[in-house]
């Protein structure tokens, strides 16, 4: 059975930085891009980070140079480290997992906000 568990969200002030994790099971992550979405408070889930199974990775414009996505294949986990943290940022953040070119199998979502 697929499954995705996210970890890692919480408060943070502007300028921090938070790092996110998802654990992944019943699948091989090692050949499925692994990617991190975010749905801010009555908004649409966008893509915001995504890392190939080569290890390549793409970001949205709106978090280059402040997030940065990895992985390690051993441990079957995908990190997004957050730096450089704004309001706008604030989301419930999910980690999927792209088989035959469609973004599913989603986790239950962590929580991030950023407030002063």
């Known amino acids: 059975q697929v499954q995705l568990v996210e970890s890692g969200g919480g408060t943070v002030q502007p300028g921090g930085s938070l790092r996110l994790s998802c654990a992944a099971s019943g699948f091989d992550m090692s050949t499925h891009p692994m990617g991190w979405y975010r749905q801010p408070p009555g908004k649409e889930r966008e893509l915001v980070a995504t890392?190939?199974?080569?290890?390549?990775?793409d970001y949205a414009d709106s978090v280059k140079g402040r997030f940065t996505i990895s992985k390690d294949n051993s441990k079957l986990t995908v990190y997004l480290q957050m730096d450089s943290l704004k309001f706008e940022d604030t989301a419930v953040y999910y980690c999927?997992?792209?088989?035959?070119?469609?973004?599913?199998?989603w986790g239950q979502g962590t929580q991030v906000t950023v407030s002063s």
């Open positions: 999927a997992r792209r088989r035959l070119g469609v973004w599913g199998s």
């Open positions: 890392i190939f199974s080569g290890g390549a990775t």
